[in-house]
């Protein structure tokens, strides 16, 4: 398959992810801005290089605003090295960087830049027929949200290790859950009560810093986790129980909720547009409490102010929601760990003043 992309540079006036575009930006919507994963601190904005009014336009056009999308597409793809080699070329065009999957399955990309790139880059990518309809999430940015480009073709966009389990068609993933949005989600606790039961398709150390209320957490601590979880029967008792699954943006549970109906569960659903969506609509007013990890360098983001601080820090108890490095060896541990004791280690003292080796945390992949 040949795939042939032509890209116009110009950004054409319309409104995006509760961000307004009037050559350049004009009015920036309130998302999360944390880059930080240990001082929960604000980071200052990249350099905004402002231009002469735009003819016809009462504000003053401003540049150089990062953003991140998110989005996944899951549709049978024929040539995944041909999409590949497209999308980094698309990518590297426009100087964004992040983490991009294409399988036959689909694809699933998160990846950040200049608003006006990022745009671009959505623009072309919605250019593809099967990625047309991508349902694009935004965050705001902080410029250096990721460290590098990474373009890669994997057997599943999402690695449960069973890519020989997961059927795709048009219409994405063959068999899955019924999806509800977060006022659906809403409407079912209030007509169903305690009988529903919320289970966090992340690993365990996403939700140490914020699940749903009462939700089921396991002891994942990679996606290929989950089938044996749920092969051991250790979940049986939720099989005739309304099941909401939810994730970060929805790709895990779309997987994830047409093997646990392979495996005997009735009633499942998942989140439509996972935590992030719910968060645009609920905030910290509804059934979430917490923070949400992501996958860049921010670590944690939060829906408000008044977010809750659900976690504990695995070395003092102390409640935190930084996450961070709390290496073995080779520095491949993250857990839940205060600044304070951050500091303490990063220097390699404890709390008596005396030396000491970081103990392991979670792993996540």
Partial sequence: MVVVVVISDSVDNTSVGGITICDGVVSVGTEHADNTPAARTVPARMPQTRRDRCPGCPYSCTVSTPKIVLFYVFTPLADPEAIRLWQQSVCEQHGLRGRIIVSPHGINSTVGGDITQVKKYVKATRSYPAFKNADIKWSDGSGDDFPRLSVRVRPEIVTFGVPGEVAVDSRGVVGGGVHLSPQDVHALVADRGDEVVFFDGRNRIEAEVGHFDGAVITDATSTRDFVPLLDSGRYDDLKDRPVVTY???????????????????????QLDGGIVRYGEEFGDRGLWQGSLYVFDERMTVDFSDDAPVVGACVRC?????????????LGRELAVLCPSCQSEVAGDVGPTGEAEKPAVGERHR
């Fill in 317 to 329: 108890g102390t409640a935190t929601n930084a996450v961070a490095n709390f290496p073995d060896a």
């Fill in 247 to 269: 994730c970060t943006g929805g790709v895990r549970c779309e997987v994830l909720t047409s093997l646990m109906r392979a495996r005997g569960f009735r009633e499942v659903y």
